[in-house]
């Protein structure tokens, strides 16, 4: 293990050309450099996204250009722009249909809450009712910075996450489900609004 | 060495436009015209009080599509391009009239100011904007109306006359319900097939999803406050309570 190992001890050994590691770090360093995006965007946030991607803002600096046509081959699924009621059960199928680990960005206002749009009918009110969401991005449409920001602190999520014991990460404990049910369309509005499991807004209470 | 620059101008040896490019005919004579080239057509002239002043067509369903047709085909209109096809919902209303009645007061005749109340009924409205890409001119603007908003919303579809016209009349069935008879593929282009209501219609209410509003005002308050949980004695930031930690693990 990593923290057993004096810090001291490792950058001299370091100096000597000898690089001592564990399992977990090299895992996580690997998989945190190699993030490959799920190509599809929803609205003008993906506008923003395809210029993280081209070459001023260079999201493959940091690993993540490789945006995959393909589910199966996802790690990260960035929900870039407003999601419609009507595109929701499609979201979550992809979802669904991504291997783990999988992580999801919420980009731009839309992504979170519905946005502008929030009072439509036709608008779903934050993709985090139907999947878990592991960074969110405010901005309507956040610039790329904001988007490379988010992608970083993934990147520090990645890099924290644990192999083994008690607190280790969520793709590899069986008992956490790694698919979600897919919505259904109601006559009126989706079936369920949102999955009581995965949305646990904050508890608000006020005066009446 | 520079070309000399052309000035276009109208006195020069250019044929002169088309009588029909400079003003196209009122709108009371297109009525008379196409009244008379469709036998039985009964048109109305909606007039369109304010700023636009846009009065329009209103024409009898039974004879729409007769009279779509003398628009588009008409060497003197030749509408051939129909730019925007949307819904109207009219809900029932009461329209206040104050009508001057000569009236017996006091032995004296006088000119006494007499409200009536007239009760319009509620009804849907499909409006059609044409134009004339050969002639470039319009709009030539027309309505149709359905006998009600419940059981009655049916109209003629202008989709075998313009083409154009059938993605926004499948989106006029969609928002408003109004069923277009004659349309070649009238299924719901925007909502899900399975979704029932019509929502652009003024009596749509729609799912109350306003359980988790962080910073709610006007209209998205009063909905919020359905979901409150009554507190009378606290207020203010101390009642956002974080999640529980463990809750979320």
Same mark, same amino acid.
């Given at each position: @293990?990593?923290?057993?190992? #004096?810090?001291?001890?490792?950058?001299?050994?370091?100096?000597?050309?000898?690089?001592?590691?564990? @399992?977990?770090? &090299?895992?996580?360093?690997?998989?945190?450099? $190699?993030?490959?995006?799920?190509?599809?965007? &929803?609205?003008?946030?993906?506008?923003? @996204?395809?210029?993280?991607?081209?070459?001023?803002? #260079?999201?493959?600096?940091?690993?993540?250009?490789?945006? !995959? +046509? $393909? /589910? !199966?081959?996802?790690? &990260?699924?960035?929900? %870039?722009?407003?999601?419609?009621?009507?595109?929701?059960?499609?979201?979550?199928?992809?979802?669904?249909? @991504?291997?783990?680990?999988?992580?999801?960005?919420?980009?731009?206002?839309?992504?979170?809450?519905?946005?502008?749009?929030?009072?439509?009918?036709?608008?779903?009110?934050?993709?985090?009712?139907?999947? +878990?969401? #592991?960074?969110?991005?405010?901005?309507?449409?956040?610039? +790329?910075?904001?988007?490379?920001?988010?992608?970083?602190?993934?990147?520090?999520?990645?890099?924290?996450?644990?192999?083994?014991?008690?607190?280790? %990460?969520?793709?590899?404990? /069986?008992?956490?489900? $790694?698919?979600? +049910?897919? /919505?259904?369309?109601?006559?009126? #509005?989706?079936?369920?609004?949102?999955? /009581?499991?995965?949305?646990?807004?904050?508890?608000?209470? !006020?005066?009446? | 060495?520079?070309?000399?620059?052309?000035?276009?101008?109208?006195?020069?040896?250019?044929?002169?436009?088309?009588?029909?490019?400079?003003?196209?005919?009122?709108?009371?004579?297109?009525?008379?015209?196409?009244?008379?080239?469709?036998?039985?057509?009964?048109?109305?002239?909606?007039?369109?009080?304010?700023?636009?002043?846009?009065?329009?067509?209103?024409?009898?369903?039974?004879?729409?599509?007769?009279?779509?047709?003398?628009?588009?085909? =008409?060497?003197?209109?030749?509408?051939?391009?129909?730019?925007?096809?949307?819904?109207?919902?009219?809900?029932?209303?009461?329209?206040?009239?104050?009508?001057?009645?000569?009236?017996?007061?006091?032995?004296?005749?006088?000119?006494?100011?007499?409200?009536?109340?007239?009760?319009?009924?509620?009804?849907?409205?499909?409006?059609?904007?044409?134009?004339?890409?050969?002639?470039?001119?319009?709009?030539?603007?027309?309505?149709?109306?359905?006998?009600?908003?419940?059981?009655?919303?049916?109209?003629?579809?202008?989709?075998?006359? *313009?083409?154009?016209?059938?993605?926004?009349?499948?989106?006029?069935? =969609?928002?408003?319900?109004?069923?277009? =008879?004659?349309?070649?593929?009238?299924?719901?282009?925007?909502?899900?097939?399975?979704?029932?209501? *019509?929502?652009?219609?003024?009596? *749509?209410?729609?799912?109350?999803?306003?359980?988790?509003?962080?910073?709610?005002?006007?209209?998205?308050?009063?909905?919020?406050?359905?979901? *409150?949980?009554?507190?009378?004695?606290? =207020?203010?930031?101390?009642?956002?309570?974080?999640?529980?930690?463990?809750?979320?693990?």
């Amino acid at each position: @293990m990593t923290e057993q190992i #004096d810090e001291g001890l490792r950058s001299e050994l370091q100096r000597q050309g000898i690089w001592v590691t564990s @399992m977990q770090e &090299l895992y996580n360093w690997g998989r945190q450099n $190699s993030i490959w995006p799920l190509q599809f965007g &929803l609205a003008c946030c993906a506008i923003e @996204m395809i210029a993280t991607a081209a070459s001023r803002y #260079d999201i493959a600096r940091f690993g993540g250009e490789i945006f !995959r +046509p $393909s /589910p !199966r081959q996802a790690d &990260l699924m960035i929900v %870039a722009g407003t999601v419609t009621k009507k595109m929701a059960p499609q979201i979550v199928r992809l979802y669904n249909q @991504m291997p783990d680990p999988k992580y999801v960005i919420s980009m731009g206002a839309c992504a979170i809450s519905g946005g502008p749009f929030k009072q439509g009918y036709n608008v779903l009110k934050g993709i985090d009712r139907y999947i +878990p969401v #592991d960074v969110y991005i405010p901005g309507c449409p956040p610039r +790329p910075e904001a988007l490379l920001h988010a992608f970083m602190e993934l990147q520090r999520k990645i890099d924290s996450q644990k192999l083994t014991g008690t607190s280790k %990460a969520e793709h590899l404990d /069986p008992t956490q489900p $790694s698919e979600f +049910p897919v /919505p259904a369309f109601g006559a009126h #509005d989706l079936e369920p609004p949102a999955n /009581p499991d995965v949305f646990h807004p904050l508890k608000i209470e !006020r005066q009446s | 060495m520079a070309a000399e620059p052309q000035i276009l101008s109208s006195s020069d040896g250019a044929a002169d436009p088309p009588a029909s490019l400079l003003a196209m005919e009122s709108l009371e004579e297109i009525k008379a015209r196409a009244e008379a080239a469709v036998p039985g057509a009964k048109i109305d002239i909606v007039p369109n009080p304010g700023p636009a002043n846009q009065p329009s067509l209103l024409i009898d369903n039974g004879h729409a599509a007769a009279i779509a047709r003398f628009l588009r085909d =008409d060497p003197a209109l030749r509408l051939d391009f129909c730019s925007n096809a949307t819904g109207v919902d009219w809900l029932e209303r009461t329209a206040k009239k104050t009508v001057k009645v000569k009236k017996m007061i006091d032995g004296v005749e006088k000119d006494v100011d007499e409200a009536t109340e007239e009760k319009i009924p509620g009804y849907l409205e499909a409006v059609y904007h044409l134009y004339s890409i050969a002639l470039k001119h319009g709009p030539v603007i027309i309505r149709m109306r359905t006998a009600d908003r419940a059981e009655g919303t049916r109209l003629p579809s202008l989709t075998p006359v *313009y083409r154009s016209a059938e993605f926004q009349e499948r989106e006029i069935f =969609d928002l408003y319900g109004i069923r277009l =008879d004659g349309h070649p593929d009238l299924r719901r282009i925007l909502m899900w097939d399975e979704f029932k209501d *019509y929502p652009m219609r003024k009596d *749509y209410r729609e799912p109350d999803d306003y359980e988790f509003e962080p910073t709610p005002h006007d209209e998205v308050l009063e909905k919020a406050r359905k979901h *409150y949980s009554p507190r009378p004695q606290l =207020d203010g930031a101390e009642n956002i309570t974080p999640r529980n930690e463990a809750e979320t693990r």
